[in-house]
């Protein structure tokens, strides 16, 4: 079966960076887009970045433009989200998601 696992949230200051990533097994990784979402308390979750199966072609949301970016490693089947300059408003869990399947999120907060 699917299987999406995050790892590499924590607690950040202002400015800082992290890298997540979503180990994902159960299909063949490299045929399909992956994405990641996320969702802070009391808000629904919303979209955070795309990448095509091909890693040729990417997406984001516009108030992560610029400072996230989303690759993948086919040969390791996981794909990642580095994210600089954060900010106290992507305090959020994290989620990775390939067409209807979530993982199990990873938590992000950002605070001095």
């Known amino acids: 079966q699917v299987q999406l696992v995050e790892s590499g949230g924590g607690l950040v200051q202002p400015g800082g960076s992290l890298k997540l990533s979503c180990a994902a097994s159960?299909?063949?990784?490299?045929?399909?887009?992956m994405n990641w979402y996320r969702q802070a308390p009391g808000k629904e979750r919303e979209f955070v970045a795309a990448?095509?199966?091909?890693?040729?072609?990417?997406n984001y949301a516009d108030s992560v433009k610029g400072r996230f970016t989303i690759s993948r490693d086919n040969a390791k089947n996981t794909v990642y989200l580095q994210m600089n300059s954060l900010k106290p408003e992507d305090t959020a869990v994290y989620y990775c998601?390939?067409?209807?399947?979530w993982g199990q999120g990873t938590q992000v907060t950002v605070s001095s």
């Open positions: 998601k390939m067409n209807d399947n």
């Open positions: 159960g299909f063949t990784f490299s045929t399909y887009a």
């Open positions: 990448i095509g199966s091909s890693d040729s072609r990417t």
